[in-house]
């Protein structure tokens, strides 16, 4: 069973950067689709970037030249580095994983695993 534990969320100033890990386990295969993905109290969860195994990226246009994504293979560990926080980057972070079997990789495909969570938030 796949399973992804998120890390690294606080509260920061406008302008101020975080990096947000998130450890998975329980994956057997050496191809993956790795995403993040945030909630706004609100409003609809949306992707925020995402990674595959050709270290191939992709952003939101919210975020891109603020934010990167990356991986750590040997720690299976999952980064995302925001920088330049803004108020409206404020909500609660999702890392997620597509099914391995799955070879298309797009933060509007579904995700079949998620982590818990950690909360972001950025005051003016």
């Known amino acids: 069973q796949v399973q992804l534990a998120e890390s690294g969320g606080g509260s920061v100033q406008s302008g101020g950067s975080l990096r947000l890990s998130c450890v998975r386990s329980?994956?057997?295969?050496?191809?993956?689709?790795l995403g993040w993905f945030r909630q706004a109290p609100g409003k609809e969860r949306e992707g925020v970037a995402r990674?595959?195994?050709?270290?191939?990226?992709d952003y939101a246009d919210s975020v891109k030249g603020r934010a990167t994504i990356s991986h750590d293979n040997a720690k299976n560990t999952l980064y995302l580095q925001l920088d330049s926080l803004k108020p409206e980057d404020t909500g609660t972070y999702y890392c997620?994983?597509?099914?391995?079997?799955?070879?298309?990789?797009?933060?509007?495909?579904?995700?079949?695993?998620w982590g818990e969570g950690t909360q972001v938030t950025v005051s003016s």
């Open positions: 997620a994983a597509r099914d391995p079997r799955l070879s298309s990789c797009d933060l509007g495909a579904f995700f079949a695993y």
């Open positions: 329980g994956y057997a295969f050496s191809h993956y689709c």
């Open positions: 990674l595959d195994s050709g270290g191939s990226t």
